[in-house]
């Protein structure tokens, strides 16, 4: 019996012609091509059988992976595998794997375990797995499965990614517990690309940290079995998270990545962009984003109870684009942004938006947003009155210098106030309304101490009264007498000169009382021009 060479197969493996030339691939660092050449049979994911030509044990490929042979000299080993059909579980959990490990177009007959296991790079492209269980899964470099097919579910529980993760066009299942992608407390270092992902089930990414930018352009995410499509709450990207659109390379909506691991083929419908869709409630609570959160070019289709909720996060800009969802409620509350840019047709109506304690600090509309649009943005927020959401509109005008505008806001801040007050205060609320609107057209109180002071002038002309002393009272001046009953604080030597008696005592006494009022009134809005308040 003669003993195997140095980099041979053991004996008893009884390798397979597949499995001879993967294991002399691996030695060399080359890639061992099982395919046929017919695409439509070379299809991981049809339904044509693949034959014993194409197969391989998942023990052997373990075998290599964990204590493989040697290379060939000036060679360095890897397993580059594609085509083939792993038969039985692949699993590799608990083991360090050294080589670079690339599986293309292969078929799994079970599920690929790797509980923390430790891995180079590992590279799984449009192959088809039943599942892929990868809790605390540790890479020094790259995680790409993109294209994949998992049946039953992927998690990736704490896993920790040395470089970049990449689930683009990835098609996933939910597992027993109803979730497509089980990530929480997952870490990468750099990007999260999930672009075209299609995801049936909850994605979950509770506590998550990506170390640049997360990129969910053009998935769609449909659970219709739970209450959320996407559960990201404390989640963490140090720049940018992409809710937005997908399409060609060469198109406006592309990241720019580049095949066989980006975009690279024309979306559904033969369009070349294709939307990020979410059926189901999505919640980002606690969230923190470095430069951005980006939904445009989205959709949401929720039912009456599901929740777009955006809770308590903050980042400096919050890109809200999408097309309005039709049921549901979208969530603002407690949320911290600096500058904000909308569009009146993206925000649901009244009763669909909750922005109690939502602050930012600039708006920044796209296309035609006025004024009175933003009073009914507030207003949907807000189906019992609350002040805060008027104030912070209002804080945010002065500070963009529209202060007319932002006196426009405190008016319909009283005015909704009126509306939950006594019918007595409410009456004094129109009145006020009426005649100086709250104070906050001061213009208007000018006119009104003008058209008194004309009435008052007609009147006394043609009803002075007696001197108060005779000698000592100045010429009479009916101009005077009336704007010295007007004008609070300032003596024209004309009020005190007179005696008004019978029905001219209760025209001066009028006179008077509205003098205070109205000049009370103008020195206020005065006031807050000055201070731009």
Request: proline content about 7%; hydrophobic content about 40%.
């Amino acid at each position: 019996m003669t003993e195997p060479g140095e980099g041979d197969a053991p004996a008893d493996l009884q390798l397979t012609s597949a499995e001879w030339s993967m294991w002399q691939a691996f030695r060399n660092g080359s890639t061992c091509d099982l395919h046929i050449g017919d695409p439509a049979r070379d299809d991981p994911h049809g339904q044509h059988l693949w034959g014993p030509e194409r197969r391989v044990r998942a023990r052997v490929v373990a075998l290599l992976l964990l204590e493989g042979p040697v290379a060939q000299p000036g060679r360095v080993s890897a397993l580059k595998l594609t085509g083939a059909y792993i038969t039985d579980t692949l699993d590799l959990a608990g083991g360090t794997i050294k080589p670079f490990v690339e599986l293309r177009d292969c078929r799994f007959e079970a599920e690929v375990v790797l509980p923390e296991s430790r891995f180079t790079t590992l590279r799984m492209v449009n192959c088809a797995i039943p599942r892929l269980e990868a809790a605390r899964l540790q890479t020094e470099g790259d995680l790409h499965l993109p294209r994949c097919v998992v049946q039953n579910g992927i998690r990736l529980t704490d896993a920790h990614i040395g470089t970049d993760l990449m689930l683009n066009q990835v098609v996933a299942h939910k597992d027993r517990q109803g979730r497509s992608i089980m990530a929480d407390g997952l870490t990468v270092a750099q990007d999260l690309q999930a672009e075209m992902l299609e995801s049936y089930g909850e994605l979950s990414l509770r506590g998550a940290t990506i170390g640049v930018s997360l990129s969910l352009r053009g998935s769609r995410l449909s659970n219709p079995f739970g209450r959320r499509a996407l559960n990201a709450p404390q989640l963490t990207v140090e720049r940018t998270l992409h809710l937005t659109a997908a399409g060609l390379a060469n198109s406006p909506f592309s990241s720019g990545a580049t095949p066989p691991y980006g975009i690279a083929h024309t979306p559904s419908r033969g369009t070349r962009m294709q939307r990020f869709e979410c059926e189901g409630g999505m919640r980002l609570d606690d969230g923190r984003f470095g430069d951005a959160v980006d939904i445009e070019h989205a959709r949401f289709l929720m039912e009456s109870d599901q929740e777009l909720s955006l809770r308590r996060i903050q980042t400096p800009e919050l890109r809200f684009l999408c097309e309005r969802p039709q049921r549901g409620r979208v969530i603002l509350s407690g949320a911290r942004v600096v500058n904000l840019v909308d569009k009146s047709a993206s925000w649901p109506g009244l009763g669909g938006l909750w922005m109690a304690g939502f602050a930012y600090e600039t708006l920044i509309p796209r296309g035609h947003f006025p004024l009175a649009l933003r009073l009914q943005w507030v207003a949907a927020a807000t189906p019992e009155y609350a002040p805060e959401p008027y104030e912070m509109l209002a804080a945010s005008l002065r500070a963009s210098g529209e202060d007319a505008d932002a006196r426009e806001v405190q008016l319909a801040k009283q005015r909704r106030r009126r509306e939950t007050l006594p019918l007595a205060a409410k009456t004094w609320g129109v009145l006020q309304d009426w005649t100086v609107a709250y104070g906050y057209r001061p213009g208007r109180a000018a006119v009104w101490m003008a058209i008194l002071w004309a009435i008052g002038t007609v009147y006394f002309s043609e009803n002075p009264p007696p001197p108060l002393k005779a000698g000592e009272t100045p010429p009479w001046n009916p101009y005077l007498y009336a704007l010295d009953l007007l004008l609070p604080v300032i003596d024209l030597n004309q009020g005190a000169a007179w005696k008004p008696g019978g029905g001219a005592q209760w025209v001066a006494a009028v006179l008077i009382l509205a003098g205070w009022v109205l000049a009370t009134t103008v020195a206020a809005g005065a006031s807050r021009l000055l201070r731009r308040q």
